[in-house]
């Protein structure tokens, strides 16, 4: 006879990303590990996008950059293509 009984339980989870070439978000010059500047304020998670290019930023934030005629990477200069489509 077990001598606890759980009644409720809180579990908390996280990401963490392990990319190859940068760790920062050059456009809101955040953490890809955290939420984006945009999102933090809005309580919404952000998640990470790759470009064929090997570099990484918030979706929300090379979405924003891609749509105001910036078409290349901030990075490296080449035209962007996301590697996976999201």
């Known amino acids: 006879m077990s001598r606890f ?5 809180n579990v908390l989870s996280g990401w963490v990303y392990n990319l190859p070439t940068n760790s920062d978000c050059s456009i ?19 998640f990470v ?9 918030h979706y929300e934030c090379i979405k924003q950059w891609i749509e ?15 590697k996976d489509k999201p």
């Open 28 to 46: 809101c010059r955040v953490s890809l590990n955290t939420n984006s500047i945009y999102n933090q304020d809005k309580g919404v998670d952000s």
């Open 49 to 57: 996008v790759q470009g064929v290019c090997n570099h990484s930023f």
């Open 68 to 82: 105001t005629s910036n078409k290349h990477c901030p990075y490296c200069f080449n035209t962007w293509v996301y």
């Open 5 to 9: 009984t759980v009644n409720k339980i």
